[in-house]
């Protein structure tokens, strides 16, 4: 079953946060998050484990909490360069090395 | 390594046709997974495989989809008797898994097929 994301778009003006959501109705194992330019392929940006920690790179976090099955990240202080559409994978099972199943997509606007 | 490569890039055949796609994957990577993607839509999850071997092919994937991947290296997608429906880019992805998990994936850059 797909990973549903929230929102769905958002706008935001250069500098501004946001927080996207990915919830699962399954138990997971680990959730990735991957942005996806218009016209080109998903570049991979972080993963979390069950059972890991918070993670981020640079101005880009994502927290994940297994009881509730649900993931988020966190965008801080958004650059241009962010704009694009954010989708989580989730991948389910207790013992990982398992195929993703991929959100439905939440698309990032930033505007100078 | 110049990372996942997929050819052709952009595919138009009339419906009824069969059409075959293939993929190079990173060379240290063992896993190699195939989607599909529809304007607007998250990536559909095809099929996947370790080193040569196919371990699992989505239920909602018909008889007209059949993946390869000989020696565990480059893969091929074939779709007989295309249908309007088919139409969508098809992105090849592949990860390197070990024993104590896996990490991200890293997609080519699709092949666009259009049926008309």
């Known amino acids: 079953q797909q990973p549903v994301q929230s929102p769905q778009a958002v706008i935001l003006r250069e500098g501004e946060d946001a927080v996207i959501n990915c919830s699962s109705s399954?138990?997971?194992?680990?959730v990735h998050w991957y942005r996806q330019k218009h016209g080109e392929a998903p570049v991979f940006l972080m993963i979390?484990?069950?059972?890991?920690e918070q993670k981020g790179h640079e101005k880009i976090s994502a927290s994940f909490n297994e009881k509730k099955q649900q993931s988020s990240l966190y965008l801080t202080a958004s650059q241009l360069s962010y704009s694009g559409t954010y989708f989580c994978g989730t991948e389910k099972s207790n013992f990982g090395n398992e195929k993703l199943t991929f959100g439905t997509g939440t698309r990032l606007t930033i505007i100078p | 390594d110049t990372g996942v490569s997929q050819d052709p890039r952009h595919k138009i055949t009339k419906r009824g046709q069969n059409v075959t796609f293939r993929c190079d994957p990173i060379?240290?990577?063992?896993?190699l997974y195939w989607y599909r993607q529809t304007l607007g839509q998250g990536p559909e999850f095809l099929t996947y495989?370790?080193?040569?071997?196919?371990?699992?092919k989505s239920r909602l994937l018909s008889d007209r989809f059949s993946a390869e991947r000989p020696k565990g290296s480059f893969s091929t997608l074939e779709i007989q008797r295309t249908e309007q429906g088919d139409s969508a880019m098809y992105l090849c992805a592949s990860s390197l898994v070990v024993s104590s998990g896996g990490d991200g994936y890293t997609f080519g850059s699709g092949t666009r097929l259009t049926v008309v």
């Open positions: 399954k138990a997971l194992y680990s």
């Open positions: 495989f370790q080193n040569e071997a196919q371990l699992e």
């Open positions: 060379s240290e990577h063992n896993r």
């Open positions: 979390l484990l069950k059972g890991g």
